[in-house]
Nanobody, 123 residues
Framework: QLQLVESGGGLVQPGGSLRLSCAAS????????IGWFRQAPGKEREGVSC????????NYADSVKGRFTISRDNARNTVYLQMNSLKPEDTAVYYC????????????????WGQGTQVTVSS
């Protein structure tokens, strides 16, 4: 069964860093584009970043450009989101999701989702 599992969340001070991981099981990750999304309390889920199947193309939301970096290690069946210079407004549950064909910023474009990992940025 196709499954995505996020990890690496936690509590960090403003200006700090975290690296999120999205591990896939039950399927070969390099057949999918992978997106990272986040959802803060009371807000809609929003796209953060996406990486193409090969890793040759990446996209970022304007709010995280220059601070977050998405990468993938297909040999390990894992996608990463390196988050630097974290701000309180980055606080949210972060989800990874798989799209069989292409990167998209839209939630509806993704067929498979992980359970999420909490990121809290606070002093």
């Amino acid at each position: 069964q196709l499954q995505l599992v996020e990890s690496g969340g936690g509590l960090v001070q403003p200006g700090g860093s975290l690296r999120l991981s999205c591990a896939a099981s039950g399927f070969t990750l390099d057949l999918y584009a992978i997106g990272w999304f986040r959802q803060a309390p009371g807000k809609e889920r929003e796209g953060v970043s996406c990486i193409s199947k090969s890793g040759g193309m990446t996209n970022y939301a304007d709010s995280v450009k220059g601070r977050f970096t998405i990468s993938r290690d297909n040999a390990r069946n894992t996608v990463y989101l390196q988050m630097n210079s974290l701000k309180p407004e980055d606080t949210a549950v972060y989800y990874c999701a798989a799209n069989r064909y292409y990167c998209s910023a839209y939630v509806r474009a993704y067929q498979n989702w992980g359970q999420g990992t909490q990121v809290t940025v606070s002093s």
